[in-house]
């Protein structure tokens, strides 16, 4: 629960004069690590990061770049950190298992085909060494600099508010974007969606929902949401995206259950979900947490690309030709 608050607290408007004044701290460490040489990578090695602490879209964003690059032919390698998950050393992940490798880990092996290996590394630049492939896309990183890379793409959410943490839900200032190769700003169709102030996006891109998955596995369109009521079940980075496209589906969301990013749900909490007698809807990664049985439907969304794609293409073959 505290968690899950302070997470919402991060992406209040008003943070007050304490708390920016504490965000000029933040501020400063991140100009000490930016100034850190990044060492550059063997191999093409595309580091997919972001400036929130959660919630900007990169994983999805990640899933996107590997299907078009294995579509192509290409060998695939993704890294990521397998939060929640019981691998403590960088693992091979061959199946959607949320328990061992953690959601993110099992989100991208149930969502690319089997020829993209997807490693949970706690330690990204461990998993990285392990990782062969053509291109190897990394999960995260774009504050770490002891990992290596050939570029850096930043996803920006266009919802989060600009303050540094604790004035807001930013790792570091703005100013970091300059850093990247390319900046992919998401979800710039839903409520209070801008873009950062003064600064050059490359790529805009939002939330498609494509299929409503049953608790039986069947696949229903989304139009079965329309005047609908539901329970939403979400524990993800930024809730208030999912209520967002629940909202422009049209279901009536009667109940809505939210907890910090990557919790794993309570059994109290789940028996009072079924005890509403309502369907329950919830996101791709929270399906990774939620125990055998529990009959939920899921929301299978995609990235779709507003404007922009070129650019992703230019930086792609930029990569590959590392």
């Not at 602490?53 to 994983?59: D, E, L, Q, Y």
């Not at 294995?70 to 061959?94: F, K």
């Not at 570029?151 to 943490?165: C, N, Q, S, Y």
């Not at 979400?234 to 109940?255: E, K, N, Q, W, Y």
């Amino acid at each position: 629960m505290l968690r899950g608050a302070l997470q919402a607290w991060l992406y209040r408007e008003s943070p007050g004069a304490a708390m920016r004044l504490a965000g000029e701290a933040t501020r400063g460490v991140a100009a000490w690590r930016a100034r850190r040489t990044r060492p550059r990578a063997a191999s093409p090695t595309l580091v997919v990061g972001a400036l929130t602490v959660g919630g900007a879209g990169k994983t999805p964003v990640v899933a996107l770049l590997a299907r078009h690059l294995a579509a192509r032919g290409l060998g695939v390698a993704v890294v990521t950190r397998g939060h929640g998950g019981r691998a403590r050393t960088p693992t091979l992940v061959e199946r959607p298992d949320g328990a061992a490798f953690g959601d993110e880990a099992a989100l991208l092996r149930r969502a690319l085909p089997a020829a993209v290996q997807v490693w949970a590394s706690p330690r990204l630049r461990d998993g990285l060494r392990l990782a062969s492939a053509d291109v190897v896309l990394v999960d995260d990183g774009f504050q770490d600099p002891t990992l290596p890379r050939s570029a850096d793409l930043v996803v920006m959410d266009a919802t989060a508010p600009a303050g540094v943490m604790p004035a807001g839900p930013l790792r570091e200032p703005l100013e970091a974007l300059g850093r990247a190769d390319l900046v992919w700003l998401h979800k710039v169709d839903e409520p209070g969606a801008r873009a950062p102030a003064g600064r050059k996006t490359d790529v805009e891109s939002v939330v498609a929902a494509r299929v409503l998955v049953t608790p039986d596995g069947e696949r229903l369109p989304t139009a079965w949401l329309s005047g609908r009521s539901v329970a939403s079940l979400a524990g993800i980075g930024r809730p208030a995206s999912f209520r967002s496209t629940l909202d422009r589906l049209g279901a009536r969301v009667g109940v809505a259950v939210e907890v910090a990013d990557h919790e794993r749900f309570s059994p109290r909490v789940l028996r009072g979900l079924e005890r509403t007698g309502l369907p329950v809807v919830t996101t791709t990664k929270d399906r990774e947490r939620l125990p055998a049985g529990f009959a939920a439907h899921v929301l299978e969304v995609d990235v779709e690309v507003r404007r922009g794609w070129p650019s992703v293409e230019a930086l792609l073959a930029r990569v590959l030709s590392c």
